[in-house]
C-alpha cells in the first residue's frame, strides 16, 4: 500500500497539489482518499480529473485488490457524494420503471458509476439493469422483470 500512496502523492504534485494520500480498506475494495490544498482542480467539470486519477490508479494497481473488488479514488468527499447521488437516481428511476411500465436510461456512465448502478438495482426484488453501448461511456436501461 505504501506504493500506492507514493504513486498518488507523486501523480497529485506532478499536477501542482499538496494533497494528503491515506488509504482504507472497505468490503468493495480499497478507498483512497484525497484532502488538502488545491482539491478543487481534482473536482472541476463535475470529476473528470479526479475520475481519470482512480482509472490510472486502478489500472496500476489492480493486483493489490482480489478479483470483483475495486479501488476508489475521492477528494474531500466529493466520490462519496456522488457515488450517494447516482444510488439515489437509480432508485427514483427503478420506481419509475415500475409505475409507468417503461424502460428507464441513465447515463452516459464510466464502468466504475455503471456498478454503483447494477449493485443499487440488483438489491431491488422487481426490476432489472444493463448496460448497452459498446463505449467506454454507455448507458444502463432500468427496467420491470417479465
Known amino acids: 500500500m505504501e506504493n500506492l500512496v507514493k504513486f498518488v502523492e507523486d501523480v497529485t504534485r506532478a499536477m501542482g497539489l499538496e494533497m494528503t494520500v491515506s488509504v482504507a480498506e472497505t468490503a468493495d475494495g480499497l478507498r483512497v482518499e484525497l484532502d488538502g490544498k488545491g482539491g478543487e482542480m481534482l473536482t472541476r467539470r463535475r470529476g473528470e480529473a479526479l475520475s481519470a486519477l482512480q482509472h490510472l490508479v486502478s489500472s496500476v494497481f489492480r493486483d493489490l485488490v482480489p478479483h470483483g473488488q475495486r479501488i476508489a479514488v475521492d477528494c474531500q468527499g466529493f466520490r462519496q457524494d456522488k457515488d450517494t447521488e447516482i444510488k439515489k437516481m437509480a432508485v ?21 458509476e455503471r456498478r454503483l448502478v447494477h449493485v443499487a438495482i440488483s438489491e431491488l426484488p422487481d426490476v432489472t439493469s444493463e448496460s448497452i453501448g459498446d463505449a467506454f461511456m454507455k448507458t444502463v436501461i432500468i427496467a420491470t422483470r417479465n
Do not use: S
Open 92 to 112: 427514483f428511476l427503478a420506481e419509475k420503471a415500475r409505475m409507468t411500465k417503461a424502460p428507464q436510461e441513465m447515463g452516459p456512465l464510466n464502468p466504475y
